[in-house]
């Protein structure tokens, strides 16, 4: 059973605006959490991360939200540019052992 | 240049034949990790180590074999493969909270 889902299998969005991201996890004993982003014929790379005792993280122009009680939390890209077109996985590590769950992946367009 | 590599990084197989993929990190890295990933289903960890001589079952184990005799390198064996571990296998690794994991760039494997 999947236990860090990503929704939206792919997001269009027009170059300049906000993307936003969205990953639902359940769960409660997970304590950091990580964005990668991946190009074709590529392994994911590392993008921004979150621990369970923070509530937003910013680097640049990606930012990572989390809310505790939803299980929920969401990646803002402002502003979105065609270079961010990739596909974008969240992942949740379990204390016990760093075991690493993923999710399924959303698909981002940024259109120029 | 840090770096995770992966060979071979294609390989068409038969149902049976013992097969193992490397993986082998410069980055002096604690924690390594194999995963794989299938449409609709995401990455999902297979095994993963903290240090040499650690190792332990992730999400999704069943046919797959590791060992870490040395720090550098984890290699993914597969004893008897079976077409329904026809995938996409990534090798990552870390320093020992496993939090950022750099990715190598992937084996694609198809075992008829």
């Known amino acids: 059973d999947q236990q860090v889902k990503q929704n939206s299998p792919s997001l269009s969005v027009q170059e300049g605006r906000i993307s936003i991201l969205n990953c639902d996890y359940t769960?409660?004993?997970?304590?950091?959490f990580l964005w990668y982003k991946k190009y074709p014929a590529e392994g994911p790379t590392f993008l921004i991360s979150?621990?369970?005792?923070?509530d937003k993280n910013e680097d640049g122009r990606f930012t990572v939200f989390l809310n505790k009680s939803a299980k929920h939390l969401s990646l803002h890209i402002v502003p979105s540019q065609p270079g961010d077109s990739a596909v974008y996985f969240c992942?949740?590590?379990?204390?016990?052992?760093?075991?690493?769950?993923f999710g399924t992946g959303t698909s981002l367009t940024v259109i120029p | 240049e840090a770096q995770v590599t992966q060979n071979p990084r294609y390989l068409i197989t038969v149902t049976g034949k013992k097969l193992t993929v490397t993986c082998s990190q410069n980055?002096?890295?604690?924690?390594m990790s194999w995963y794989r990933q299938d449409p609709g289903l995401g990455l999902r960890q297979i095994y993963y180590?903290?240090?040499?001589?650690?190792?332990d079952k992730g999400d999704v184990p069943e046919g797959y074999k590791v060992s870490r005799k040395e720090k550098r390198n984890f290699p993914l064996i597969l004893e008897s493969p079976s077409p329904n571990q026809t995938s996409l296998y990534f090798c990552?690794?870390?320093?020992?909270?496993?939090?950022?994991?750099?990715f190598g760039p992937g084996t694609r494997l198809l075992v008829l």
């Open positions: 990552a690794s870390s320093f020992s909270n496993g939090a950022t994991q750099y």
């Open positions: 980055m002096n890295h604690e924690y």
């Open positions: 992942a949740a590590r379990h204390p016990t052992g760093n075991q690493f769950y």
């Open positions: 979150i621990s369970s005792i923070k």
């Open positions: 180590s903290m240090n040499v001589e650690v190792t």
């Open positions: 769960n409660s004993m997970f304590d950091y």
